[in-house]
């Protein structure tokens, strides 16, 4: 061996480690590119969804000004008031505004109240948020219960009304529950308190750190506002489970039927696996269809706080939207459309995410959809 070739293998040997690492990073990056892809499309949808929402807005027929001063405002000073908010502008002007406005997150000023946008946004989204998560949580808790029941007791009596339940999935609208419920546990039993609002009004609201109203209480360990939040969301919380429970009790249903006479299954049990490991195996198999419908029930919970937030007079997201229909707010109405988007894309890839983690064969899946 002559002397050019030791330094060739010499070399060889010292670089191998670096190719090897080199190699690993790659297909690590390739391994994860399906959450790129997924980040990629909620962005996509996202920024068409922001070009839809300026354009539809702006198709509202009518002055904006005019409808929002109930016709009280007039020559001059209508002329005035449009320039203010750049109304005379050109649409394209108008459109590469609305655009900055997003990137700076400053979202214009509101036509009914004169307010920044942005600062109602900060106040209300958090609430909603609370509300909706609640409602989404608890939901999620009901649906794995009642499935778990339905599926080791498939001969009871009530499992059978559970599947019957869950086969109306969507049936009775939440309006329709919650005027129900209103009806029976507030005017005739009197067991919530009144629809007025999320605080008592003899109690002060606790500093705003978070914005959102449970948890700011309880930082500040203001618990009489805490309990007084709880109680005034505990009835919404309840018609939202009510309402949105069947979709998932369905879902996880469906998808425990499949699993339980999967080869998987049975090999376990017939292997002698406990009885826990075998439940544990069906669930872990089923849940990533669950998951995924998870991002679809937070979408209708959103579409449903718009009624039910007006109807329990919370004042959160929901509220603010139909004020601002009312007001023709059209600053207020589409920051309310693009920020609930947001909201949806943002759930949607999270359950994305997580249904990927959950059966990794979904992420090759989505690759082909793609």
């Not at 320039?83 to 050109?90: A, F, K, Q, V």
């Amino acid at each position: 061996m002559t002397a050019e070739t030791t330094i060739v293998i010499s070399e060889t040997h010292e670089n191998a480690p670096s190719r090897d690492l080199a190699g690993a990073v790659v297909a690590r990056l390739r391994a994860n590119l399906w959450i790129a892809r997924a980040a990629g499309t909620a962005i996509v949808n996202f920024l068409i969804f922001v070009v839809l929402a300026f354009f539809l807005v702006k198709m509202i027929p009518g002055d904006p000004l005019v409808s929002a001063s109930g016709g009280q405002l007039s020559g001059a000073a209508l002329e005035a008031a449009r320039d203010s908010y750049g109304l005379n502008e050109s649409w394209i002007s108008q459109f590469g505004t609305y655009l900055h406005g997003l990137a700076t997150f400053d979202l214009g000023s509101s036509i009914a109240t004169g307010r920044p946008v942005a600062d109602d946004m900060a106040t209300r989204v958090p609430a909603t948020i609370e509300l909706v998560g609640s409602g989404l949580f608890f939901g999620a808790l009901v649906s794995l219960a009642l499935s778990y029941f339905v599926v080791t007791r498939p001969k009871n009596l009530i499992a059978g009304a559970v599947r019957g339940y869950a086969r109306a999935a969507g049936a009775v609208p939440e309006y329709v529950i919650g005027i129900a419920f209103l009806f029976i546990f507030f005017a005739t039993l009197h067991w919530v308190p009144a629809p007025s609002g999320r605080l008592d009004p003899l109690l002060m609201p606790p500093p705003q750190v978070t914005g959102f109203p449970i948890l700011d209480a309880l930082i500040a360990g203001d618990m009489p506002a805490a309990s007084s939040y709880v109680a005034h969301l505990f009835l919404p919380v309840v018609v939202m489970v009510v309402a949105h429970s069947a979709i998932l009790v369905k879902t996880l249903i469906l998808s425990l039927d499949k699993e339980i006479d999967s080869p998987a299954t049975r090999f376990r049990i017939a292997s002698g696996a406990p009885r826990r490991t075998v439940l544990l195996g069906i669930y872990r198999r089923a849940l990533p269809t669950a998951v995924a419908m998870l991002g679809m029930v937070f979408g209708l919970l959103l579409g449903g706080a718009v009624v039910l937030e007006s109807l329990f007079g919370l004042g959160g997201l929901g509220q603010y939207a139909v004020d601002a229909v009312k007001a023709s707010d059209v600053y207020a109405l589409r920051s309310f459309l693009v920020v609930t988007a947001g909201l949806c894309l943002a759930a949607y890839f999270l359950t994305d995410i997580a249904t990927g983690l959950l059966d990794p064969r979904r992420r090759s899946a989505r690759k082909q959809e793609i």
